[in-house]
């Protein structure tokens, strides 16, 4: 808990936009299974209903002078978390180009906060992807926690169809999943977030 009384806000970010994509109701395992930790209050950030345009603000975002209704709307959402994880998938060997656009819309909304990466992918599990990303991450100085969730062929471990889809996490998903969880908790007490909502 804060000292407000209020538990910081994890945003998990679903990077994929694709219709039919896994990353979704992986998400939707993380966001309970993150519940369940007890830490946090949850909330989940689409970028498939974010739906930002390509980037095209005119200035850089650090000055935070935003000329496009979808990147106001985006830092409001954004400003309030304090701490993310991110649901990436691998495509060719990095992570997906609208999680980067989505990054690219903003900076101090960002800056501060600890941010766990739960990757996935077919062999590589995502985790060329998270080490693509790491970088990113650290220069919009955000503070990775160094448990990564890699999911090899995650798309197995997904049954149902559309809304109804599930994710049955192996054990060692579930064992990284806490790992990342309890990273981030320990970032929040260490960079004193104090829940700004
Ligand atoms: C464009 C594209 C490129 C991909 N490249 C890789 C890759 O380099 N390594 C890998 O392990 N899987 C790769 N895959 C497999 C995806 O990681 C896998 O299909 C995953 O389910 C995609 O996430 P999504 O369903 O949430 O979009 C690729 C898939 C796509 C669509």
Redesign the pocket.
Same mark, same amino acid.
């Given at each position: 808990m804060t000292e407000a009384g209020r538990r910081p806000l994890l945003q998990i970010i679903v990077a994929?936009t694709?219709p039919?994509?896994?990353?979704e109701p992986i998400a939707r395992w993380f966001a309970e299974y993150a519940r369940e930790h007890g830490a946090f209050d949850v909330e989940i950030v689409d970028l498939a209903d974010v739906d930002l345009p390509m980037f095209a603000e005119p200035e850089h975002p650090r000055f935070g002078r935003y000329t496009l209704d979808s990147t106001k709307a985006f830092s409001a959402i954004i400003a309030r978390a304090d701490a993310f994880a991110i649901v990436h998938?691998?495509?060719?060997?990095s992570y997906?180009a609208a999680l980067k656009n989505a990054l690219d819309h903003l900076n101090q909304e960002w800056a501060g906060k600890p941010v766990a990466l739960i990757g996935?992918?077919?062999? $590589? /599990?995502?985790a060329?992807a998270a080490e693509a990303l790491w970088p990113v991450l650290v220069g919009l100085r955000m503070v990775p926690v160094a448990a990564t969730v890699p999911i090899p062929f $995650? /798309?197995k471990n997904v049954s149902g169809e559309g809304d109804a889809r599930v994710f049955a996490p192996a054990a060692e998903t579930e064992t990284g999943g806490k790992a990342a969880l309890d990273g981030l908790t320990e970032w929040i007490g260490t960079l004193g977030l104090r829940g700004s909502r």
């Open positions: 994929s694709r039919g994509r896994v990353g998938p691998e495509y060719n060997h997906n996935y992918g077919g062999v $590589a /599990a995502g060329r $995650a /798309a």
